[in-house]
């Protein structure tokens, strides 16, 4: 195999456009570097915010080894072996189709793909560097195919891309997880790397709902390199959502940004369930498993759990990202793909009270979380008390109406004080018992 270069192979179709985009947008982040990024139109955030739950995709050459995908490289497998699975990769059972419809049935409205991971390795058809899918014996791109299966089936396409890069030699750190140092590294010239494979992705397979950045942690990468990596997607695609993840100001996996801190357009808790905020968007990222990637006998959650996660996401004026595994065979895993289509039916009952709702007015309790639409205000109860009565706080409207959107019967009276919830134990949901609330007005509390 000769050896990874990662420069510009010679000219190919559009590439002189895409060098002329790239010299601009180069031009104008100079022109622009005492500037700030630019604001985010609230329409970009509307769709986002009304789909509630997306489904995020970790994969790529690791899963024949059943390890996580970046960290386990010089680790769990020697960084050589790490390095050269990419030769044994043939996944002849993907089909794109077959995803974008496990997401459909799932409910999910957006799909996230590992474009590239901190291991470096590429899942598209890259001129910048032959360390890609297309030099598998696979040699089919995987980016292009989810990207045109989610266009014609009506999911938003997306793409998680890491900013660290423990491959590249110009990326200071390697692995394992970032702890070495590489020689002769370039960070100048490896920004100039990243931002030539964004632009590739944004034009290429766009237009891309978000760029879910990652890495942004290690110490190689700070707040100016983040606002100028921000600037840059914007321009190639002004619609285009970033997270957090972009910059400095994320404060560890709570994923909350620092007070006063720039970064992107919304928070990326992970394998948690973000706090109830409304001011700022936010996203809980969490694996359907244990791990990211693939893992033989992984320990799967349970239809409630992961039905719950969602429901405290929303509740909480947050999204949720539910991560699935697929097998080095190019399938999800069969039992991921049926819990998967548990939640999609739950969905098709209830999703009346997920999609397109925010959060409150209530703040989340031990009984559960609330979400509303207009005047319409959805109770997730979750744990009742002991006895009949489930007693909330005063409610931003007088109620004219009360129904059971899971079915049954419910009694409701409300005072200037409080609300009580009366409802039979047999119509009482294991899941979540989802009480519907009509009021003459209704705000956030």
Not at 222 to 248: F, M, P, T
Request: charged residues 25%.
């Amino acid at each position: 195999m000769k050896p990874q270069s990662f420069l510009p192979s010679p000219a190919l179709s559009g590439f002189a456009r895409l060098v002329v985009l790239l010299i601009a947008s180069s031009l104008l982040s100079v022109s622009r570097a005492a500037d700030g990024p630019p604001a985010t139109p609230e329409q970009n955030l509307a769709w986002w915010r009304e789909a509630r739950l997306g489904m995020f995709v970790h994969w790529g050459p690791v899963s024949l080894k059943g390890t996580e995908i970046g960290w386990s490289r010089g680790d769990q497998v020697p960084i050589e072996e790490y390095d050269g699975l990419y030769r044994q990769f043939n996944p002849t059972k993907f089909d794109a189709k077959a995803w974008v419809k496990v997401a459909k049935a799932a409910g999910a409205r957006y799909l996230v793909f590992t474009s590239k991971h901190h291991d470096g390795f590429c899942m598209w058809n890259t001129r910048f560097t032959d360390y890609n899918i297309m030099h598998t014996p696979f040699g089919r791109d995987v980016v292009k195919e989810l990207s045109d299966a989610c266009r014609k089936q009506g999911i938003r396409f997306c793409t998680y891309h890491s900013i660290c890069d423990w491959h590249h030699p110009d990326y200071p750190l390697g692995s394992p997880g970032g702890k070495t140092r590489k020689p002769g590294p370039d960070m100048d010239r490896y920004s100039q790397y990243l931002k030539n494979q964004l632009a590739e992705l944004i034009q290429g397979y766009g237009p891309l709902g978000i760029m879910w950045f990652d890495g942004e942690w290690e110490e190689p990468w700070n707040a100016e390199r983040g606002v100028d990596l921000y600037r840059h997607c914007r321009e190639l695609q002004d619609s285009l959502i970033v997270n957090n993840r972009v910059a400095k100001g994320r404060q560890g996996m709570a994923g909350v940004t620092a007070a006063g801190a720039f970064a992107g357009d919304y928070d990326t808790p992970e394998q948690e369930v973000g706090k109830f905020q409304d001011q700022r968007p936010w996203e809980s990222c969490i694996t359907i498993c244990q791990q990211w990637a693939w893992k033989p006998d992984d320990a799967l959650k349970s239809l409630q759990e992961c039905v719950r996660t969602l429901i405290t996401c929303a509740g909480g004026d947050g999204n949720l990202l539910l991560n699935v595994g697929p097998m080095p065979s190019g399938e999800i895993e069969p039992r991921q793909v049926a819990r998967l289509k548990e939640m999609g039916h739950w969905l098709k009952r209830n999703g009346e009270s997920i999609y397109g709702t925010r959060g409150g007015p209530l703040k989340p309790g031990q009984w559960g979380v609330s979400t509303h639409r207009d005047d319409t205000v959805y109770l997730h109860v979750l744990s009742w008390p002991v006895g009949d009565v489930l007693r909330l706080p005063a409610l931003p409207g007088r109620i004219v109406n009360s129904s059971l959107l899971t079915g049954g019967t419910v009694r409701v009276n409300q005072t200037a004080q409080d609300v009580e919830v009366r409802l039979d134990p047999k119509h009482r949901q294991e899941i979540d018992t989802i009480v519907r609330l009509t009021l003459d007005s209704v705000g956030t509390r």
